[in-house]
C-alpha cells in the first residue's frame, strides 16, 4: 500500500490529514487481503492436519487400498502440500474456485445458492433483532432499576443462558407439534415463492431473535448507562440544556461505538455461528455446507466456505470501526 | 387366504397386534423367522386392504449430505441408497423375507454345472425415463463401468471374481474365476444401477427405469420425484410424487413426524423410541436385520493372539443387558459369529454363548496375561458405542478382568482406529449372503478382515462352499465355518440391531425387508397413503 506517500509535494499536507476516511479504508482493505490469505493458509494446514485424508474419509469404512489410490490419483492428492496449495491459490485469485472433490459441483454456483439462504436468514432475524434490542436497550435505561428494566433484565438472562438448540426445540414443540401454527421443517429450495420462504423460516429467524437480542440489549444499555454518568453530560446538564438535546448531542455519538461494534458481532454470528439453529431446523445454510465439507475434508470446499466467512467477520468489524468514527467527533478530527 | 392367515389378519385389524408380539409368539411355536416374517406381512397387506395410488407422500431422512453424489457407484449415504431406489433397478432384487435372488430388469438366469458362468435373460420393453428402450448394451456397459480397474465404484469388492462381461446375442454372459452359487445376489447390491450407456456419458443424470422420475435434487437438502407412468411394473410406485428431505438432527425427525409434515422416518433412537409412540398418529416400524455391533481383537496382535484370552473377553460380555440397555430392547443377542437366522442356510443348533465371570477366569488365568486390556471406542462406531463400552468394562470386571477405555475421536475413526488398532468397537451392515459376509471380514487376503482372522482351513472351506450348489452339504460347511469364527476368531458380537424407523398411521404396505433398512431402501415405491 504505497499510494499514501506518493505525495512529493512539500507544500501540502500529507494525504493522511486531508482524506483521513479514504486512506483508512484503504489501508483495511489492504489488512483484509492480508488477514484472508494468512487465514487460507490456515485452513489448509489445519484440514491437512486431521487425521485422514479426504480418499480415506470419503470412502469411510468402506474404503479399499484400490479405491483409495484411485481417488488420490484423480485428484493430485500425492503432491507436495506446497505445490497443492499454491495451484489453488492461484486460481482463486483469478475467482475460480474449482469443484467440489466429493460431488463434483462447482462450489461458486453452490456456495451462491447456501449464502443467499444464510444471508437471508440473518437479515431477516437481524431487522428485528437490531430496532428491538436497541429499543428495549433505551427502555431499559429510562427506567432503569424500576419494573421494566428487571423484567426486561431477567428474560435477556434467560435467553442468553438456554442453548440455541434448546430454544429451537422448545418453539418447534409448541408453535408446531402442539399447536400446528408455524411451519417445520424450515426447508427452503428453488421454486418457492417469497411468502412461502418467509413462513418456512419463521421458527429459525425467531430462536436467532433471541439468541441475539439479549446480548445487543445488555450492551446498548449498559453503553448509554455509562456515557450518561460521565462527567461531561453532567456539564452539559447544569449548562442549562434539555434533557433530549443532551442525550442526541453529547451522549447518543459517544455510545454508538460501543453499541455498533456489538451489532456487528452479533450480525456475523447470525451468517457464520449458526450451524446448530440450521441442523435443528433442517435449513440450507452455509455452515451446514462447511461442517458437511468438513466432516470429508473436501478442500475446495472448506477453502471457499472459510474465506467467506472471515470476509464477513472483517467486512462487518470494517464497517462497525468506520461507523464509530464517523459517529465519534473526538475520532473523526484526530489531534 | 388360508383360514389362520384370516384369523391373524382380523387380530391385526381388531387388536393392532404388531409384529413384534407376533414374531415373538409364532417364532416360540417353532416357526422360522422367515416363515413368521412372511407370514405376518402377508396378513398386514391383508389388513391394509388393497393398495391406494395417489397422494404426494414425504420423507424425513437421516444420513445425507452436501458432498453427496447421484452416481450410484458412489453412493455410500442412507439417503442416497434410498434416492437411487426410486429411479433405478438393478438386475435381481432380494426377496423381502427369504433373501433369495428375485427377478428385476434381469428376467431368469442360469448357471454352467460349476457356477463359473451365468448367463442372464434380460426384460423386453422396458423404457428409461428419457425413453430409451433398455437394450443388452446398456446393461453389460453399466457392469463394465463397476468393474473397470480404475473405478471408484463402491461395488469393486463384491465383483472382484468376475473375469469377463459380455453380450451373447440378446443375453448377459458373466464369466467367474471360481464357481459362485450366490453370483445373482451379488448384482442385487444397490450400487449397480442399470443407466442407459451404463452411465458412461453422464453417471450423475439420475435416469433409470425405476418407478419414480427424479425431478429435483439438491444435495444434503432435498430430492423431488414423480411418477413414471411408463413404469414396467405395475406392483409398486403407488404415490403421485415423493419427497425426501434430509434431516440429521434426531430430534427434528421426531418433530416432523409427531406434527404430520412428513409420513416416514427413520433412524429412531432406541433410547427416545418409546416416547415417540405415545404420539397418536404414529407407528414404529422395527425390523430385525443382519446388521450387527461389534468388539473386534486383532488375533495376530499381542495379547489377542491367545486363543484363551480371547474366550475370557467372550465370556465376560453380558449379551443381553446389551440388547436391553444399548438398544433398549430393539435388537437381538448375538453368538461371536457374523450370522443370524436371516439369513439363507443359517446354521440352527450352535449353542448360545452366555455371560459366564468363571468360565471368563478360568480362560484369563490360563491365558497367563496380567493387567489391562485396552480398548478403543467412539460414537461413530455405532450409536451408543462408548455407553457399551463402559457396560462391558463393568461386566467384565466381575470376570476379574481390568477393560482400559480410551476414548477416540469420531472424525477420522475409521482411517485410524478401526482395522488399524488391535480391539476396538465397530459395526457391520448385512451382506446378501453368508458367503459374502465370511468373503469380505474373514478371508485371509480381505482387505476388511478386522479381526486379522488369518486360517487357511478356513480360507479353503469358504472356497469350496462357494461353488458348492448341493444346498445341504454347504449347510455343513456353513456350520463349521461359523464354530470357527464363533469359538477362535477375534470376534466378539454382543448383538444384531433392529432397524427402527417410524411412520404416520396413514402409510400403508410397508414391507419388512431384512435386505437393509428402510425397507431395504425401497419405502417409497412400496408403500401407499390412506385417506
Same mark, same amino acid.
Request: net charge neutral; proline share 4%.
Given at each position: 500500500?504505497?499510494?499514501?506517500? *506518493? ?101 461458486? *454456483? ?85 411468502? *412461502? ?36 453530560? *453532567? ?101 | ?124 420393453? +422396458? ?111 403407488? +404415490? ?149 463400552? +463402559?457396560?462391558? &468394562? ?39 449372503? &453368508? ?97
Amino acid at each position: 500500500m504505497n499510494t499514501v506517500m *506518493e505525495d512529493g509535494e512539500p507544500r501540502r499536507r500529507p494525504l493522511k490529514q486531508r482524506y483521513p476516511l479514504t486512506v483508512l479504508i484503504l489501508q483495511r482493505l489492504g489488512l483484509s487481503a492480508g488477514l484472508l490469505l494468512a487465514v487460507s493458509i490456515l485452513i489448509f494446514g489445519g484440514v491437512e492436519a486431521l487425521p485422514g485424508d479426504f480418499a480415506q474419509t470419503y470412502l469411510g469404512q468402506s474404503a479399499t487400498p484400490q479405491a483409495v489410490a484411485n481417488i488420490r490419483a484423480q485428484l493430485g492428492l500425492e503432491r507436495p502440500i506446497t505445490t497443492r496449495y499454491f495451484e489453488w491459490l492461484g486460481n482463486a485469485v483469478q475467482g475460480d474456485f474449482g469443484k467440489s472433490w466429493a460431488s463434483g459441483n462447482s462450489v461458486s *454456483e453452490q456456495i451462491g445458492k447456501r449464502l443467499g439462504n444464510s444471508l437471508f436468514l440473518a437479515f431477516c432475524a437481524a431487522i428485528i433483532s437490531v430496532p428491538l434490542a436497541v429499543g428495549l436497550g433505551m427502555l431499559a435505561v429510562h427506567f432503569r432499576n424500576r419494573i421494566p428494566d428487571r423484567i426486561i433484565n431477567i428474560i435477556s438472562l434467560a435467553a442468553i443462558s438456554l442453548p440455541e438448540f434448546f430454544i429451537g426445540y422448545l418453539l418447534i414443540l409448541f408453535f408446531s407439534v402442539k399447536f400446528g401454527v408455524a411451519s417445520f421443517p424450515a426447508t427452503v429450495y428453488d421454486g418457492m415463492s417469497f411468502g *412461502e420462504r418467509l413462513s418456512a423460516i419463521a421458527l429459525p429467524t425467531a430462536t436467532l431473535v433471541l439468541v441475539v437480542l439479549a446480548h445487543m440489549m445488555r450492551m446498548t444499555r449498559a453503553a448509554i448507562i455509562s456515557v450518561m454518568s460521565s462527567a461531561y453530560m *453532567e456539564t452539559a446538564e447544569l449548562k442549562g440544556l434539555g434533557a433530549f438535546k443532551t442525550i442526541i448531542k453529547h451522549a447518543a455519538p459517544n455510545a454508538i461505538a460501543p453499541i455498533v461494534n456489538v451489532v456487528a458481532l452479533n450480525l456475523a454470528y447470525l451468517v457464520v455461528g449458526v450451524v446448530v439453529v440450521e441442523v435443528v431446523f433442517v435449513y440450507p445454510g452455509m455452515g451446514q455446507y462447511m461442517v458437511d465439507a468438513v466432516t470429508v475434508r473436501d478442500m475446495p470446499v472448506v477453502q471457499a466456505c472459510g474465506l467467506i466467512f472471515a470476509a464477513v467477520y472483517i467486512l462487518l468489524n470494517m464497517v462497525a470501526d468506520l461507523i464509530a468514527i464517523v459517529a465519534n467527533p473526538k475520532l473523526r478530527h484526530p489531534r | 387366504m388360508t383360514d389362520p392367515l384370516k384369523h391373524l389378519t382380523g387380530r391385526i385389524i381388531s387388536h393392532g397386534l404388531n409384529r413384534r408380539e407376533f414374531m415373538a409368539s409364532s417364532m416360540a411355536a417353532g416357526m422360522t423367522l422367515a416363515a413368521a416374517s412372511s407370514l405376518y406381512s402377508k396378513a398386514a397387506k391383508a389388513a391394509d386392504g388393497e393398495p391406494k395410488r395417489g397422494g404426494h407422500l414425504k420423507l424425513g431422512l437421516e444420513g445425507g449430505s452436501a458432498t453427496d453424489i447421484l452416481d450410484p457407484a458412489k453412493s455410500q449415504s442412507q439417503f442416497t441408497f434410498a434416492l437411487n431406489r426410486n429411479w433405478g433397478d438393478t438386475l435381481v432384487e432380494s426377496h423381502p423375507h427369504d433373501g433369495t435372488a428375485v427377478p428385476s430388469l434381469a428376467e431368469s438366469w442360469e448357471s454352467s454345472a460349476d457356477a463359473s458362468t451365468w448367463t442372464f435373460k434380460i426384460r423386453k420393453g +422396458v423404457q428409461f425415463h428419457n425413453g430409451k428402450e433398455l437394450t443388452i448394451d446398456d446393461v453389460v456397459k453399466t457392469l463394465h463401468r463397476h468393474t473397470d480397474e480404475k473405478s471408484e465404484s463402491g461395488a469393486l469388492g463384491i465383483l472382484k471374481s468376475i473375469t469377463e462381461i459380455k453380450a451373447d446375442g440378446e443375453d448377459l454372459v458373466i464369466s467367474l474365476t471360481e464357481g459362485n452359487a450366490d453370483l445373482p445376489l451379488l448384482l442385487t447390491d444397490y450400487h449397480l444401477v442399470i443407466q442407459p450407456d451404463g452411465g458412461t456419458e453422464n453417471p450423475n443424470a439420475g435416469i433409470g427405469t425405476g418407478p419414480y422420475k427424479l425431478k429435483s435434487y439438491d444435495a444434503g437438502v432435498r430430492a423431488t420425484f414423480e411418477k413414471n407412468e411408463n413404469d414396467w411394473r405395475s406392483d409398486r410406485g403407488y +404415490v403421485d410424487s415423493v419427497e425426501m428431505i434430509v434431516m440429521n438432527d434426531a430430534t427434528a425427525r421426531v418433530a416432523a413426524l409427531s406434527s404430520g409434515q412428513v409420513h416416514y422416518i427413520n433412524r429412531v433412537d432406541p433410547k427416545t423410541v418409546n416416547l415417540l409412540k405415545r404420539a397418536p398418529m404414529v407407528e414404529i416400524l422395527q425390523t430385525s436385520g443382519r446388521g450387527h455391533y461389534v468388539f473386534i481383537m486383532h488375533c495376530d496382535t499381542p495379547p489377542f493372539d491367545n486363543n484363551d484370552l480371547r474366550l475370557a473377553l467372550k465370556y465376560a460380555m453380558d449379551r443381553e443387558t446389551m440388547v436391553q440397555k444399548i438398544l433398549s430392547g430393539y435388537g437381538k443377542v448375538g453368538n461371536d459369529f457374523p450370522i443370524n437366522e436371516t439369513y439363507a442356510l443359517f446354521p440352527e443348533g450352535i449353542e448360545q454363548r452366555t455371560y459366564d465371570p468363571d468360565k471368563a477366569k478360568f480362560h484369563y488365568k490360563k491365558s497367563g496375561h496380567d493387567g489391562s486390556v485396552l480398548l478403543r471406542t467412539s460414537d461413530v462406531a455405532f450409536p451408543g458405542a462408548v455407553d457399551a463400552a +463402559v457396560l462391558y &468394562q463393568q461386566t467384565a470386571k466381575k470376570a476379574g478382568i481390568d477393560i482400559e477405555i480410551k476414548r477416540e475421536p469420531g472424525d477420522g475413526y475409521w482411517s485410524n482406529v478401526w482395522n488399524v488398532k488391535p480391539f476396538s468397537t465397530s459395526y457391520w451392515g448385512g451382506r446378501p449372503t &453368508q458367503d459374502q459376509m465370511y468373503s469380505t471380514a474373514y478371508l485371509s487376503s480381505a482387505d476388511w478382515n478386522d479381526t486379522r482372522f488369518k486360517r487357511k482351513d478356513f480360507d479353503k472351506l469358504l472356497l469350496t462352499a462357494r461353488a458348492e450348489l448341493d444346498q445341504a452339504k454347504r449347510k455343513e460347511m456353513y456350520r463349521d465355518m461359523a464354530l470357527m469364527v464363533r469359538n477362535e476368531g477375534g470376534l466378539i458380537l454382543p448383538m444384531f440391531n433392529d432397524f427402527v424407523n417410524a411412520s404416520n398411521k396413514k402409510l400403508k404396505g410397508y414391507v419388512h425387508d431384512i435386505g437393509n433398512d428402510m425397507s431395504n431402501g425401497y419405502v417409497a415405491s412400496r408403500v401407499w397413503i390412506e385417506g
